[in-house]
């Protein structure tokens, strides 16, 4: 196994998902004006699975969420 994987999120990931944006309050002050509010993982992997051709993809290292690829395709 690698140190490194690159899989797409999964609802089980929401919880990790919001700790990685919990621990970058600056980058959402930027984004949003605001720290990220407590659900704003779930409405973000949400709105990423109603959208066609967007994806999210987990950046992992020795399996633990390190951040995230939002795009759309």
């Known amino acids: 196994m690698t140190d ?3 899989r797409p999120l999964t609802e089980a990931d929401i919880p990790a998902l ?3 944006y919990d ?4 980058t959402f002050q930027l984004l949003l004006g605001r720290p990220a509010p407590p659900d704003q993982a779930a409405r973000d992997f949400k709105q990423a699975s109603a959208t066609p051709g967007r994806f999210q993809f987990g950046i992992l290292i020795r399996e633990a969420l ?3 690829v939002d795009c759309k395709l």
């Open 18 to 20: 919001q700790r990685v």
């Open 23 to 26: 621990a970058l309050p600056g």
């Open 4 to 6: 490194f994987q690159l």
């Open 66 to 68: 390190q951040g995230v």
